[in-house]
Nanobody, 123 residues
Framework: QVQLVESGGGLVQAGGSLRPSCEGYGRTLSSYTTGWFRQAPGKGREFVAR????????YYADSVKARFTISRDNAKNTVYLQMNSLIPEDTGVYYC????????????????WGQGTQVTVSS
């Protein structure tokens, strides 16, 4: 229902920062919980962070809690993932996903997925 376009990935050294964006088209993201997931080579898709549609509450995987911040700019219909203190284990393709009027606590809540943006963290 909503199209999602990620951007802002790239190559960075350990300890650096990136701020990928997820821009929504066709529908307002205020009706969606928006999550970030990532997939490293040889691994399954992993939950990273989400921000809920109704309260704007944020949730993070334990591995990123102290380092990542998810936020939403309603005027730009865009969700951001501020990633600080990056480590090589953060490397992967980062996907934005949207769950309509749902908490997003379950991966199958997400019916809309972006194409992903590559994040590579070197040692």
């Amino acid at each position: 229902q909503v199209q999602l376009v990620e951007s802002g990935g790239g190559l960075v050294q350990a300890g650096g920062s990136l701020r990928p964006s997820c821009e929504g088209y066709g529908r307002t993201l205020s009706s969606y919980t928006t999550g970030w997931f990532r997939q490293a080579p040889g691994k399954g898709r992993e939950f990273v962070a989400r921000i809920t549609w109704n309260s704007g509450s944020t949730y993070y995987a334990d591995s990123v809690k102290a380092r990542f911040t998810i936020s939403r700019d309603n005027a730009k219909n865009t969700v951001y993932l501020q990633m600080n203190s990056l480590i090589p284990e953060d490397t992967g393709v980062y996907y934005c996903a949207a769950a309509l009027l749902r908490s997003g606590s379950r991966q199958n809540d997400y019916g809309n997925w972006g194409q992903g943006t590559q994040v590579t963290v070197s040692s």
